[in-house]
């Protein structure tokens, strides 16, 4: 058993995630915060939209994405948003 300062990361403990997000994380397995730091959070957001919750919109991917780079979701979201748009040309975006 790792000692206390070894035990992993909460996904509650990164920025803009809480017990709702983190819960889709974990049904997509991503049950840590490295486990969620290791993968580009793009595409996390794109695995959540196909296979857990088709409504997402910019500000949850904002969330997602200042979860890893540590800002807050509101002050990235038309960024992100264009970048998403970028990578998956096509998409268009319901309400948030």
């Known amino acids: 058993m790792p000692a206390p300062s070894q035990k992993p990361g909460k996904l509650t403990d ?3 995630i809480g017990k ?3 819960a889709k994380l974990e049904r997509i397995g991503i049950r840590t ?3 969620f730091l290791k993968r580009d ?6 695995e959540l939209k196909v296979k857990v919750d088709p409504t997402l919109c910019r500000c949850a991917l904002a969330g997602i994405i200042g979860a ?3 800002q ?3 002050k990235i979201t038309k960024k992100t948003a264009a ?5 998956h040309p096509g998409h268009r975006w319901g309400p948030c």
């Open 14 to 16: 990164l920025p803009n």
């Open 20 to 22: 709702t997000t983190a």
């Open 33 to 35: 915060k490295e486990d």
């Open 41 to 46: 959070p793009y595409e996390v957001f794109h």
């Open 68 to 70: 890893k780079t540590g």
């Open 72 to 74: 807050p979701w509101h």
């Open 83 to 87: 970048e998403y748009e970028r990578r």
